[in-house]
């Protein structure tokens, strides 16, 4: 049973919006190209293993989560979590072009591409060794134990991977349900403990609050950035707000393109928004429209008056 569905990465939704807004040659784009390629990537290999647990058919009751964060002293990421009866398990995923190769001393990852150059990385099993630590430390907070495995999964069967040493299980997705099916069965929890475990697992995740872009990038400015509200149809920078509609010279006309110019100023700037800077960056000089157009967005309100700021919601 699938309890949590993964979310797309908001590393994605900052670069898109920095290749929108930027002015045309800054140096920064070809550095959020890069980036956006490799959340791409990413999430690819992680939808892939989701769809083979997706049809996964364990033999007892079993609950899966994607993409969750939990805090245990710190905060940890799990690309996926598996719960039943008898344990836990926990996947890490990587999707890496090109030969790795898994070194223990130090630990790391070096990804070596067609043409030869050669790139250091994280070690993925000393990632899963830290999550499993964490993880059961989490368990055992809640007087939960059971015991609690993990393997590293890379997404693809063509991906090249080498590795001196392997404490744990390295699969592809089409070996992940012969590891799963030969995990040590011996029920600790009666179903109702395990969806009551379901249950605090999903109260504790805590979402990934993904850094806005000035903040990623210092060096990018606010004139840097183009304001204005993109027309739907052509993509032209500059609709007009009038007769409660945004009109492009296109000829075409909408009541929300207001919407993603304002989750762009979020993704680019974050924090607070006030009406002046909305009114600023959409381009509309009537600031009880500007209130409006805020509201029908969707944003969070706090404050009144003129320390009134708005949030995106989470």
Known sequence: MIMKDRASPGIRK????GLRRLRPGHPVAGKLEERRKQAEAGFGGEERVDGVLAEYRHPGPIRVFADLGLVCGSRFQLDALLLT??????????????????????????RITKDGREEALGSPFAQLDSHLMLFRDWLHERNTPIPVYG???????????????????????NNIPLFL????????????????????????????VQRPLCTMY???????????????????????????AWHCRCGCISRSAHIGALHDWFHIFGGELTN???????????????????????????????????????
């Open 181 to 208: 099916r030969n995990l040590p069965e011996h029920p600790l929890l009666d179903e109702h403990e395990l969806d009551g475990l379901a249950r605090q697992v999903l109260a504790a995740h805590s979402p990934y």
């Open 276 to 314: 002046e800077e909305c009114r600023r960056f959409l381009g509309v000089e009537d600031r009880h429209a500007a209130k409006r157009l805020m509201k029908s967005a969707g944003l969070e309100v706090s404050g009144s008056g003129r320390w009134t700021t708005y949030r995106l919601k989470l």
């Open 151 to 173: 393997a590293v999964v890379f997404a693809y069967p063509s991906q090249m991977v080498e590795a001196a040493a392997a404490p744990h299980p390295i699969l592809f997705p």
């Open 14 to 17: 900052v670069c898109d919006a």
């Open 218 to 244: 210092p060096q990018v400015s606010r004139s840097d950035i183009r304001t204005g509200v993109i027309c739907p149809d052509c993509g032209e920078m500059g609709m007009r707000w009038h007769d409660r």
């Open 85 to 110: 009866r008898s344990w836990a398990c926990l996947l890490e995923v990587k999707n890496i072009s090109g030969r790795s190769v898994i070194r223990d001393i130090p630990p790391q990852l070096v």
